[in-house]
């Protein structure tokens, strides 16, 4: 009976599956990180580059965090993350081009120092928005249960996507005739989770709207006798767009342009002086 319980609370209102699957969905993107040293060894960095873009990330990440906390208060969890995840869905296109394109590995790690520099404030805004978009919208009461059941079916769709990334790529790999240019290809798989991830960031960004938003969401619940679940003190939201959020966006959206072009300007230049 707790048993049952358990899942008619858990799973009992639209807006908790679409948390539960943008989560999901963003740990199942991180199930080809592994194949990350091979792809940036076929791009020609070596190990200490590899190192160096590594460090430097940590360290613009860390004086970016410094900065996020105030702005996931201010605007809410759920609004900046959907701007965020939408935003990283339309530009991830842009990892396309080291398909057809092949540049000196010193070219291409100044453009993974520039292309990261500019979207860390994004990806660490992103980050810290996990811990209170669940507080803000899940019940109190009901808190450890959710996580609870928020784990569970990342950890279901973590196995699933390591098992499948990993056939996808042996299957890339035999294409390619077993060649390591099959690493270029596994931007493909996060790139995909990362657009269901935008969907359904925007379902729930909805359906909270639709729950009353800033002013008037209450987490819904069921099992009560209102079918909500009061809240006795309210954080206080901007429901305006975030400005530093979307400056730092755009930086993001212009930064991939401005790699695209780069990398047209190199190929124009190779082949005149070809």
């Known amino acids: 009976a707790d048993l049952v319980g358990f899942f008619r609370q858990s799973f009992s209102a639209r807006i908790y599956w679409y948390i539960f699957m943008t989560t999901t969905l963003g740990f199942m993107a991180g199930a080809t990180g592994m194949y990350n040293v091979f792809f940036n060894e076929q791009m020609g960095l070596t190990l200490k580059q590899m190192g160096t873009l590594g460090a430097v990330g940590g360290i613009a990440a860390l004086a970016a965090t410094y900065f996020t906390a105030v702005f996931v208060d201010r605007w809410h969890p759920l609004r900046i993350a959907t701007y965020i995840a939408i935003f990283t869905a339309v530009t991830g296109f842009g990892s396309w081009i080291w398909i057809f394109v092949t540049l000196p ?128 003190e309210k954080v206080p939201s901007v429901p305006a767009r975030p400005r530093a959020v979307m400056v730092a966006l755009w930086l993001g959206f212009w930064g991939a342009a401005l790699s695209v072009l780069l990398v047209v300007g190199f190929i124009l230049m190779m082949r005149h002086r070809g």
Request: hydrophobic share 50%; with cysteine; charged share 15%.
């Open 105 to 232: 590995g010193d070219v291409f790690f100044w453009l993974a120092m520039g292309g990261g520099l500019v979207g860390v404030f994004g990806t660490v805004l992103m980050g810290a928005t996990t811990f209170p978009l669940c507080m803000r919208l899940f019940p109190k009461s009901l808190y450890g249960q959710f996580s609870a059941a928020q784990a569970m079916v990342r950890s279901l769709g973590t196995m699933v996507a390591g098992l499948t990334a990993g056939i996808l790529m042996d299957l890339v790999m035999k294409a390619c005739d077993g060649s390591d240019f099959a690493y270029r290809f596994i931007f493909i798989w996060p790139w995909i989770c990362k657009c269901g991830m935008a969907v359904f960031f925007y379902l729930a960004y909805r359906e909270w709207r639709r729950l009353g938003a800033d002013d008037g969401y209450q987490p819904p619940a069921p099992w009560l006798t209102g079918g909500v679940e009061e809240i006795v």
